[in-house]
């Protein structure tokens, strides 16, 4: 059964040290007044690439064979997980394609090749832009590098976990979006690697609640995934992730998209921080009652990115 001691999250921080930020916790007394809790930001916007997904490849390339190094690397993305691989391979000199599907927004497509990848174009959606992956995997011999269900990308991921309680060691709560289920499985054991009574509560789309689902029904469970948040927009979660999230995390809650969109702009206006979807998500839990603690209770909301789709928001009709 997979899990990590504190000493396997130190090993790794440090072998990813070089090439990531220690991101900061910033204070919000705007948040922490409305909440009754004393908050802090996890600010993982302002990591490379402009958000988490750095940690794991870099993890992942640093411990690869030399020959699966000289192949190269493929991944199915168009968010951050295609500019987390691409920066990652650039620095470790490997080789990494990206498959995206052929209307995807152009911006996107733009940072992935600014970061030293090569993308294919292939289909409408994901899952053909991933069957494309998957066919370089047999005729080029790439390794596939998958956005979450992976042990050395979770361990990877978990490091800003081991950065927050470093940084606030009687932390009380730490509150992570859930998308697959990479960052909030490795965030997981490393805060309680630190201290076991840190309570760890997931945040999802009540539009997409993949993993509130599978831990309901005991098993990995495929939905109808219908939140527009790109972050959070998972039919199924990972069966490593799944395990993880069983024996570390305390509770998930979900609520809508309209409120997690309305969270982004809060945390623009007040707070000054440009967020994505899936980094409002803990605002918004925090902001509508659901994360139920002590008051007073010390929390950090993770703020897993920062990389907005304008066109997507300019779209919205919420206002």
């Known amino acids: 059964m ?18 990531i ?3 900061p916790l910033l204070t919000s007394r705007q948040l922490s007044e409305a909440t009754g809790y004393e908050t802090r930001l996890k600010a993982e916007l302002f990591q490379r690439v402009g958000s988490y997904k750095i940690r794991g490849p870099l993890n992942k390339f640093a411990l690869m064979p030399e020959e699966q190094k000289r192949r190269g690397v493929v991944c199915s993305s168009a968010g951050n997980h295609a500019q987390g691989v691409a920066l990652a391979a650039k620095i470790h000199g490997i080789r990494a394609v990206v498959c995206i599907a052929a209307n995807a927004t152009p911006s996107k497509v733009a940072a992935t090749k600014g970061y030293g990848a090569e993308v294919v174009l292939h289909g409408s959606i994901w899952d053909e832009a991933n069957e494309k992956a998957k066919e370089l995997v047999r005729t080029e ?3 596939y590098v998958h ?3 992976d042990e050395q990308l979770i361990a990877g991921q978990g490091t800003l976990g081991l950065e927050i309680v470093q940084d606030w060691a009687d932390v009380d709560a730490v509150v992570v979006p859930i998308g697959g289920g990479g960052l909030i499985s490795g965030v997981s054991m490393a805060v309680k690697s630190h201290n076991p009574k840190i309570r760890v509560i997931g945040v999802e789309s009540s539009d ?4 509130q689902a599978s831990i309901a029904a005991g098993r990995v469970e495929t939905i109808d995934c219908k939140t527009v948040i790109d972050g959070l927009r998972v039919r199924r979660v990972g069966e490593i992730n799944f395990s993880v999230v069983q024996r570390f995390v305390d509770d998930i809650v979900a609520l809508p998209d309209k409120d997690i969109f309305e969270a982004m702009i809060w945390v623009m206006e007040r707070c000054k921080l440009v967020v994505e979807g899936a980094a409002a998500a803990p605002v918004a839990a925090l902001l509508a009652g659901q994360i139920k603690l002590k008051p007073g209770a010390r929390v950090v909301a993770v703020l897993s990115g920062g990389n907005v789709n304008l066109q997507q928001l300019r779209g919205l009709g919420w206002n």
Do not use: Y
């Not at 000493?7 to 790794?12: A, L, N, R, S």
């Not at 997409?208 to 993993?211: D, F, L, S, T, Y």
């Open 141 to 143: 011999g790439l390794t």
């Open 147 to 149: 956005p979450f269900d």
């Open 208 to 211: 997409g609640p993949a993993m």
């Open 2 to 19: 997979f899990s990590l001691t504190l000493k396997d999250f130190q090993e790794v921080r440090a072998r990813i040290a070089p090439h």
């Open 21 to 23: 930020k220690h991101t």
